[in-house]
């Protein structure tokens, strides 16, 4: 029972209905129950990782809470022992039969002929999302940051709050309680607003997101047919297919909670209007950059073992690069744990590698780049800052690559094939008609993404939403009831789509 499935609309209906006529003080433990229930009708079998991972996380942070100033040892053991069994389930569910198959390639390159036998493990839903923030937690009273929850059913929800399960974002608990565990009284105006909120979602779902899946599924079906121009297609359909699925989802997660009148962060912030790969990654997916930037970055950069490094640095090599050494080699196992965390596969590791040395090198540039700008002066000009959007987004593009395709080779290879197989007709041959999309299509994709760039456009003064409310009646009838009518007439619906599925839920 996933977003886009009628049950889940079903689902929710009953929900807001009974969330809204219980006395005061039932509302969070009927959201716990949905939760459950959700996450029971996704694989029974599911409950007991997400039960291990409430419970151990639960019982450590009371234990740590509990030590005194002088048992700072204890405290210690009980953070590690419960990170390495949430990690350990983490790593055995998703990355075993990456491991296993890493292992047999050794193996037959030096000759032998034993192999081991690869696993049948069902992946848990969200269970990376659910993890990270349960972690983020232990962390956080570890470090004395918040307090640890004393109701172990409150942290339950914390846990399990099922609009966010699927594809995050990932909350922090001093965040999201604010707001979570109150009683929240009916307003027809934040209902109408998280409405709203989750209806833009199923338009870049269902309208854009899923219609240009099917031509990204087609050109990457077959390497010996789709290569060249049809990489350059398929890169940017898929930057486009990713984008309008993954913040489709995240807009009906934040407007679902909105109903409920819960406040969850947000995740996106205009991603493909950022002039440098550090920019947008300072805007796509927040929560997850600033969990690996506060989890991981900042422990690492400021240990003991790093700063005796950085002294090292500074003392042997030059003093820039000694100093800014120690920062790239700490983004380095940021990088490296983020691409792992996407997937079990060298593609995704090689894909965050790929993001730290572009970002290492633009780092280590910056210098000559300031000093370029000052003789030149073009940096404020909008012919430049359009060519750094764009240059941004086709370097986005080119990274996506690794995502689009099974194989490290398969993806260089294709890569190449751009600047060497000399297609380019197909751009105007009428060979895109052939890849599953329609004239049809086309238009309705084109219009679809001139929306999506107006409203990123508009948002930068103000909410869209607060901009249509000001209208009259008749102006905001017009828009909402023709994006639900352009939802349920345009969304790609039937045999050989599979709506059900965001992109983001393998992770």
């Given at each position: ?5 009628y ?15 219980l ?9 716990l129950?949905?939760s459950?229930?959700?996450y ?20 450590a942070a009371?234990r ?42 050794i193996?037959?390159?030096f000759g ?13 839903l ?14 956080d ?68 997101a ?10 990457i079906?077959?390497t010996?047919i ?8 398929g ?6 297919e ?10 009906i ?9 819960i406040?969850i962060?947000?995740n ?15 805007r ?11 989890y ?6 400021t240990s ?9 640095c ?47 090198v ?20 909008q012919w ?6 764009v ?30 197989v000399r ?8 060979s ?7 004239t049809?299509?086309y238009?309705?994709?084109?219009i679809?993404?001139?929306v ?7 948002q930068?003064?103000e909410k869209?939403r ?9 102006v ?9 009518l ?9 045999v050989?789509y ?10």
């Amino acid at each position: 029972m996933l977003f886009t499935s009628y049950e889940f609309l079903g689902f929710i209906a009953t929900l807001l209905l009974l969330y809204y006529v219980l006395p005061s003080g039932y509302q969070w433990p009927l959201l716990l129950a949905a939760s459950y229930l959700f996450y029971f009708l996704a694989g029974a079998e599911y409950l007991f990782y997400i039960l291990v991972t409430t419970i151990t996380v639960y019982f450590a942070a009371w234990r740590m809470e509990q030590c005194t100033s002088k048992q700072k040892k204890r405290r210690f053991q009980w953070f590690l022992l419960c990170l390495a069994v949430n990690l350990g389930i983490l790593a055995i569910m998703k990355y075993t039969n990456f491991i296993i198959s890493n292992i047999n390639g050794i193996f037959s390159a030096f000759g032998r002929k034993g192999r081991f036998s690869f696993v049948t493990l069902a992946l848990p839903l969200g269970i990376s999302f659910y993890t990270f923030q349960a972690i983020g937690y232990l962390i956080d009273v570890y470090r004395g940051t918040i307090p640890a929850e004393k109701n172990i059913f409150k942290f339950a929800l914390f846990i399990s709050f099922f609009p966010q399960l699927i594809q995050g974002p990932i909350s922090r608990f001093g965040d999201l309680k604010q707001s979570l565990y109150k009683t929240h009284s009916f307003n027809g105006k934040t209902v109408c607003y998280g409405l709203q909120r989750m209806l833009w979602g199923y338009f870049k779902k269902l309208v854009i997101a899923d219609r240009i899946l099917v031509g990204v599924s087609t050109i990457i079906s077959d390497t010996h047919i789709y290569h060249g121009a049809y990489v350059l297609v398929g890169m940017v359909f898929y930057t486009l297919e990713l984008y309008a699925d993954f913040t489709g989802g995240i807009d009906i997660t934040i407007g679902l909670a909105e109903t409920l009148g819960i406040r969850i962060q947000e995740n996106f912030h205009r991603p493909y209007f950022s002039k440098s790969l550090k920019e947008y990654w300072r805007r796509w997916h927040i929560s997850m950059c600033a969990w690996f930037r506060d989890y991981l970055f900042y422990p690492v950069s400021t240990s003991n073992l790093m700063q005796k490094f950085s002294k090292l640095c500074r003392k042997k090599l030059n003093m820039t690069f000694g100093k800014h050494l120690p920062v790239h080699l700490s983004s380095f196992i940021v990088w490296l744990a983020t691409g792992i965390w996407h997937g079990a596969s060298w593609n995704f590791i090689v894909w965050g590698l790929c993001n730290w040395f572009v970002l290492m090198v633009s780092q280590e540039l910056e210098p000559f780049y300031r000093r370029f700008h000052k003789r030149f002066s073009i940096g404020k000009r909008q012919w430049y800052r359009l060519f750094q959007v764009v240059r941004t987004c086709l370097l986005v593009c080119c990274l996506n690559l690794f995502d689009c395709y099974d194989s490290l080779r398969d993806t260089f290879h294709m890569f190449v094939s751009i600047f060497t197989v000399r297609n380019w007709n197909i751009l105007w041959n009428g060979s895109l008609l052939q890849i599953g999309l329609t004239t049809a299509d086309y238009w309705t994709l084109v219009i679809g993404s001139i929306v999506l760039i107006l409203v990123s456009l508009i948002q930068r003064r103000e909410k869209v939403r607060d901009k249509i409310a000001r209208q009259s009646c008749l102006v905001r009838f017009v828009v909402w009831y023709g994006l639900f009518l352009t939802v349920i007439l345009m969304g790609v619906y039937g045999v050989g789509y599979d709506k059900s599925q965001f992109i983001y839920n393998q992770f």
